[in-house]
């Protein structure tokens, strides 16, 4: 199911996330992503998921990598001990935020920014100046 609420475009996934799942959950996302309205921030939640295959982990990744590209935040929520296993499996908790609720991967988020952030302070302040 999906619903843009206060610029979060929530992606909720209900039952297994295996190959039919992610094919139903393409055919809802076939019109696009911008079809939605104006969003920020795609969360994807797993809250009412029960497990997921490695083509769910694949559906997952491309979705980020389509958000990422629109400039757009993108997390995922509400993930149970082996949907996390699985996740972390791949490292997908290295590429965005992945929580056991909201307020979890939101945390997860600001550091992520901050992180940025502090490498672009320490990479701005080692430029040499010109002639200088």
């Not at 039952?15 to 994807?44: C, H, K, R, T």
């Not at 694949?58 to 082996?82: R, T």
């Not at 302040?125 to 200088?132: A, D, H, M």
């Amino acid at each position: 199911m999906i619903v843009v609420d206060s610029g979060i475009f929530f992606l909720q996934i209900k039952g297994d996330l295996d190959l039919d799942g992610v094919e139903n959950l393409q055919i809802e996302l076939a019109q696009g992503l911008d079809a939605y309205g104006e969003w920020e921030q795609l969360s994807v939640d797993l809250f009412n998921a029960h497990s997921i295959c490695s083509a769910g982990v694949l559906f997952i990744s491309d979705l980020f990598q389509q958000v990422e590209a629109l400039g757009k935040g993108f997390m995922v929520i509400g993930c149970n001990d082996e949907i996390l296993r699985r996740m972390k499996l791949f490292r997908l908790h290295t590429q965005f935020p992945i929580g056991i609720n909201k307020s979890s991967a939101e945390l997860a988020e600001e550091k992520k920014k901050r992180e940025m952030r502090k490498t672009r302070v320490e990479t701005s302040v080692n430029v040499p100046r010109p002639g200088g």
